[in-house]
Structures are given as structure tokens and as C-alpha cells.
């Protein structure tokens, strides 16, 4: 258990709608960071909140948003769903501001179907 | 653009044998090198990490090697045993730029 909860395990939508994933960081981790994993594809970083401020972007689509809480707990919103956007989101929390030093802890993921 | 590239999407190895996981990157930024191990239904979990200044870093049976000037990494290990049955990630960033992730090497260790 690497301390990192993600909710829903599993949901179900239809292309169009909206969904909010959400995460816990470990105990005392300020970065929060989402990644998107496809079929056959890495994991794909989306983007990192520290403390509550957002620290890097990577390969987000504008229909994805994301936001960090005052108890830095994060929502990952993604809206007008496509078909494609079915995946495995992973939220990973480190201690520090995201340095390549700084390990990741990952949560068990979401597995997003869109129908 | 793959900057992280793992070129073998499985790998099986017989128990008590040695498994070796090879990387490569384009990105000559890179300066710091992780594996994370993935269970299914589970998240990754980080391995064993690797900065450029070294050419080899050990934790038990994990070893990492890496080739700069080939701007390659390996995961070697010895013994394999059924438990690290698992996908294996490569990783990489350098200074401050985001980990960048490579898709993944699924090894199965028979019994």
C-alpha cells in the first residue's frame, strides 16, 4: 500500500459526458501528479500540482482539468468524452516540488471505460 | 517523440535465471534514471534508481547499469524468481523536467 487512494476503481461512461477522478497524496506529500496510461502505451504525465499551485503541464488535453484542495487532496475533470480517453489514470504523490529526485508514489489507479 | 524507449514489450526467463530489462533514451538531458515494477491492479511502485554519475547501482538482486555514451540503462536480475513477475517501467528526467516514462516490459518468470 503505498498510501496514495484513488476513487472510483472502475467507471463506466458515455462519450460525451463528464467524469471527476479524484486522489489522496501519501500523508505530508505536497506534489500531486496524474498520469494516463492507454493500451500499449507508458505512462503518459499529464500534469503536477504543488500545494495547491500548478507546477508542470505535460500532454493534458483542453478538455482535462485538474485542481489540488486547500487539503491537497486533487480531482482530475475530464469532459466531452471520446472513445479514446478510455484508459488507466494513475495519481502519484512525491514530498517535494517534483525534482527528479523526488520519488513517485503511486496510487492503485482508475480504469476509465467510455462507451 | 519517445524519449524513453523500452524496445521489448515481454521478456520470459526461467526461474533462478537472470533477467535483464534494457532502455534507451534520445533525451541527452537526462540525468537521473528510475525503474518502477507494476502488479496488475496495482500501481507502480518505485524499484531502483540510477544518477549519471554512476555506471552501476545495486539493491539486492537489482542491479542497474547504465551507458551514457550509448545512452542505454539495463535491469538486471539475479536470481529471478516467480514473485517479480510483473511490467517494469523505465524511467528518466534531468534537472527539472518531468519523468518521462517508457511503456513498459512485461516479464514472466517461470517456475
Known amino acids: 500500500d503505498s498510501g496514495v487512494t484513488q476513487t472510483p476503481k472502475h467507471l463506466i461512461t458515455a462519450t460525451g459526458q463528464r467524469v471527476t477522478l479524484r486522489c489522496s497524496p501519501r500523508?505530508?506529500?505536497?506534489?500531486v501528479y496524474w498520469y494516463q496510461q492507454s493500451l500499449d502505451q507508458g505512462l503518459q504525465f499529464l500534469i503536477q500540482?504543488?500545494?495547491?499551485?500548478?507546477?508542470a503541464k505535460g500532454n493534458i488535453l483542453e478538455r482535462f482539468s485538474a485542481q489540488q484542495f486547500p487539503d491537497l487532496h486533487s480531482e482530475l475533470n475530464l469532459s466531452s468524452l471520446e472513445l479514446g480517453d478510455s484508459a488507466l489514470y494513475f495519481c502519484?504523490?512525491?514530498?517535494?516540488?517534483?525534482?527528479?529526485?523526488?520519488?513517485?508514489?503511486f496510487g492503485p489507479g482508475t480504469r476509465l471505460t467510455v462507451l | 517523440d519517445q524519449q524513453v524507449k523500452q524496445n521489448s514489450p515481454s521478456l520470459s526467463v526461467q526461474e533462478g535465471r537472470i533477467s535483464i530489462l534494457n532502455c534507451d533514451y534520445t533525451n541527452s538531458m537526462f540525468d537521473y534514471f528510475l525503474w518502477y515494477k507494476k502488479y496488475p491492479a496495482e500501481g507502480p511502485t518505485f524499484l531502483i534508481s540510477i544518477s549519471s554519475i554512476k555506471d552501476k547501482n545495486e539493491d539486492g538482486r537489482f542491479t542497474v547499469f547504465l551507458n551514457k555514451s550509448a545512452k542505454h540503462l539495463s535491469l538486471h536480475i539475479v536470481p529471478s524468481q516467480p514473485g517479480d513477475s510483473a511490467v517494469y517501467f523505465c524511467?528518466?528526467?534531468?534537472?527539472?523536467?518531468?519523468?518521462?516514462f517508457g511503456i513498459g516490459t512485461k516479464l514472466q518468470v517461470i517456475p
Open positions: 524511467a528518466a528526467s534531468g534537472g527539472y523536467q518531468k519523468v518521462t
Open positions: 502519484a504523490s512525491s514530498v517535494g516540488t517534483g525534482g527528479p529526485y523526488n520519488e513517485q508514489f
Open positions: 500540482y504543488y500545494n495547491g499551485e500548478e507546477r
Open positions: 500523508s505530508g506529500d505536497l506534489s
